[in-house]
């Protein structure tokens, strides 16, 4: 598995990332969705990689720079027929390994509450993200749930 920058002229990326965002709505109630379309992941505040198997793409996501000292999980998806196979993980590790090099004291994520979250939830509770409270812009409700991992 090669990780690398995630590339928006990429039909593997867009399709992905289409898939996430129609996931997404799927499984939340209107207005409790909060993944970031194309424009949103181009911001210069957030960086967006992509986990490669030779040329097939695997899973994508991204960092937010919340704060000097707080970046937050955003835009985390694997190919369906790429599970179980290490590239979230992959993925994550990376992306902590880019709060690491950041010098994040936090990293933290909003995520849905039910059944379709429960595999992301334990990948995210085995890296050591704890659930807590409410960060950012975010509100919570009973559509949420709020987990952070203190770096230091």
Same mark, same amino acid.
């Given at each position: 598995? !090669? !990780?690398?920058?995630?590339?928006?002229?990429?039909?593997? !990326?867009? +399709?992905?990332?289409?898939?996430?965002?129609?996931?997404?709505?799927?499984?939340?109630?209107?207005?409790?969705?909060?993944?970031?379309?194309?424009?949103?992941?181009?911001?210069?505040?957030? =960086?967006?990689?992509?986990?490669?198997?030779?040329?097939?793409?695997?899973? !994508?996501?991204?960092?937010? +720079?919340?704060? =000097?000292?707080?970046? &937050?999980?955003?835009?985390?998806? #694997?190919? #369906?027929?790429?599970?179980?196979?290490?590239?979230?993980?992959?993925?994550? +590790?990376?992306?902590?390994?880019?709060?690491?090099?950041?010098?994040?004291?936090?990293?933290?994520?909003?995520?849905?509450?039910? &059944?379709?979250? &429960?595999?992301?939830?334990?990948?995210?509770?085995?890296?050591?993200?704890?659930?807590?409270?409410?960060?950012?812009?975010?509100?919570?409700?009973?559509?949420?749930?709020?987990?952070?991992?203190?770096?230091?």
């Amino acid at each position: 598995m !090669i !990780i690398r920058p995630g590339d928006f002229n990429d039909p593997q !990326i867009r +399709e992905l990332l289409r898939q996430h965002l129609q996931g997404m709505a799927e499984t939340s109630p209107p207005g409790h969705s909060f993944a970031l379309d194309l424009s949103g992941l181009q911001r210069p505040d957030v =960086t967006f990689l992509s986990v490669w198997d030779d040329d097939t793409l695997l899973a !994508i996501g991204a960092m937010k +720079e919340l704060a =000097t000292d707080h970046g &937050e999980l955003k835009s985390m998806r #694997t190919r #369906t027929d790429s599970l179980r196979r290490g590239a979230a993980t992959a993925m994550l +590790e990376a992306l902590l390994d880019l709060a690491r090099q950041r010098g994040y004291r936090r990293v933290s994520l909003e995520t849905g509450s039910g &059944e379709a979250f &429960e595999p992301a939830l334990s990948l995210y509770r085995k890296h050591g993200f704890q659930n807590g409270g409410a960060f950012a812009d975010y509100v919570g409700s009973d559509f949420n749930q709020f987990l952070h991992l203190d770096m230091a």
